[in-house]
């Protein structure tokens, strides 16, 4: 069953603001991790956050976890024409021997010149 | 690039082709992945091979069979595929052992067409 829902499905924003995406989970994790997805391409590994950590910076980006409340936020200050992609939230947890990956539907983050 | 290679990158077949996806990571990984993304849902997990071995199969159909001859190479054949069979199928690898956190590294996916 799907884990993680993004919100808002869809944000289209002006070069220069900041963007913000939400992402929510139901059960236990001991880790989320954020991903970008060009239009048709491959996905790209943005940040992990660990269970026990609540906030994490890398670059323009900062995420924010939230155990209680089952939730995270991407934050991308100052976007770019070419931050314009889709973001994927994704909850982490060991299983069968390896790190499994439950993926959410998206936000499609477009940013206009 | 990720180092995670895919072939071919666009597929077109018929319902009663065989055919056969490949995927090589260059990145010394021993966790590979197969994903299908469809249109506006969630990726998801189809296949996973651990040190070669297959440890997770979310109820696929058995139309498609994957193969991990190394742990460097992954394929998924096609037969008698359905229209709704029509995705991305995205290939992924991962370093897993004693860490409880690993990223996954994708390739740029095969986009099937199935008429």
């Known amino acids: 069953s799907q884990q993680g829902e993004e919100d808002p499905q869809a944000l289209s924003i002006q070069e220069g603001e900041n963007a913000t995406m939400n992402c929510s989970y139901k059960t236990s994790i001991n880790n989320l991790q954020w991903y970008r997805q060009n239009s048709g391409r491959g996905l790209v590994h943005l940040i992990l956050i660990r269970s026990n950590e609540r906030e994490k910076h890398s670059g323009r980006l900062r995420v924010t976890l939230d155990t209680s409340k089952k939730s995270s936020s991407l934050l991308i200050t100052a976007s770019r024409a070419a931050d314009t992609a889709s973001y994927f939230c994704a909850t982490g947890l060991r299983s069968g021997g390896y790190n499994k990956l439950i993926f959410g539907a998206g936000t499609r983050l477009a940013v206009h010149p | 690039e990720t180092g995670v290679t895919q072939t071919p990158r666009h597929l077109v077949m018929g319902m009663t082709n065989k055919k056969s996806l490949k995927c090589e990571q260059h990145?010394?990984?021993?966790?590979m992945y197969w994903y299908k993304q469809s249109a506006k849902k969630p990726l998801e997990l189809m296949f996973v091979?651990?040190?070669?071995?297959?440890?997770e199969n979310n109820s696929v159909p058995s139309r498609f069979s994957p193969e991990c001859p190394n742990s460097s190479h992954l394929f998924l054949h096609l037969h008698t595929l359905q229209p709704e069979d029509s995705a991305l199928y995205l290939c992924?690898?991962?370093?897993?052992?004693?860490?409880?956190?690993?990223?996954?590294?994708f390739g740029p996916g095969t986009r099937l067409t199935v008429l």
């Open positions: 091979y651990s040190l070669e071995e297959r440890v």
């Open positions: 990145l010394g990984h021993n966790a």
């Open positions: 992924a690898s991962s370093q897993e052992g004693l860490a409880l956190y690993n990223e996954q590294f």
